[in-house]
């Protein structure tokens, strides 16, 4: 008896979630590191997207990171969610974008924002389609009907969106491979840094407790690159980074 299993690639809108807030994971060390704004000896090698990233072993950022992306991507283990935070914000379709901001230590001036826009897909939101299983098994015997068995298995679910796990990957990459890469464009940061992080939502959100309201840290008359974006047919990230002129580029 021989048989084939034939899978689709179903994005689910908790799946779409916890890719963006996994890719922010990452792409908040990449800046980090190619930045400069911790030593190159607190980050580890890893392999991600197909690509060697590095993460950092400073245990006050981890945290940090862990937990905002944990909050982000819905999935917050042993925590009981009560009323709206920032844990479904991704999943209620309520977070516009989230910004990385790079400042002086001495001063607090903005040097750069990496402004990650987020868009969904008001259709998945509306219709909550969050769980989805696919599988067709085709089974290559003689049976009694005289026609081979087909089996789908799927929980009831209104809004659909198919996207491979390789071309995401593929979209997700070419971001890492520009962030790695903004060196070259970007003005060396002179001086000690620290870093920020902002989320934009609708206005009817309740921030909770780990986040207090910021004025929005921008910089006078910046200068704007346009990365790569990616999109998993439930959201969208479109990427930016804004930074402030050097010297010789005044006029």
């Given at each position: 008896m021989a048989s084939r299993t034939v899978s689709k690639d179903i994005i689910t809108l908790r799946g779409s979630a916890a890719i963006v807030s996994e890719f922010f994971g990452y792409a908040a060390n990449s800046i980090l590191y190619n930045r400069g704004v911790y030593p190159e000896e607190s980050f580890t090698k890893v392999k991600k997207y197909g690509l060697t990233m590095l993460l950092t072993q400073d245990e006050g950022v981890k945290a940090f990171i862990a937990n905002l992306t944990s909050q982000l991507s819905g999935f917050l283990i042993g925590v009981a969610c009560l009323n709206l935070s920032v844990a479904e914000w991704l999943e209620?379709?309520?977070?516009?974008?989230?910004?990385?901001?790079?400042?002086s230590q001495a001063t607090s001036e903005v040097l750069e924002r990496w402004n990650f826009s987020i868009e969904t897909d008001p259709e998945v939101v509306e219709k909550g389609c969050v769980t989805l299983t696919l599988l067709i098994s085709i089974l290559h015997f003689p049976v009694r009907s005289g026609m081979a068995q087909l089996r789908v298995l799927m929980p009831h679910c209104r809004a659909i969106k198919e996207k491979s796990d390789k071309e995401i990957m593929r979209e997700i990459q070419a971001i890492m491979r520009q962030v790695t890469s903004c060196i070259t464009y970007l003005p060396c940061l002179e001086e000690p840094c620290v870093f920020d992080v902002l989320a934009y939502t609708d206005t009817d959100v309740d921030a909770p407790g780990t986040w207090i309201e910021s004025d929005a840290k921008l910089i006078s008359n910046p200068q704007m690159v346009k990365l790569h974006s990616f999109d998993t047919k439930i959201h969208k990230v479109d990427t930016l980074v804004s930074y402030k002129k050097d010297e010789w580029d005044e006029e």
């Open positions: 209620a379709g309520k977070l516009q974008r989230i910004v990385l901001v790079i400042m």
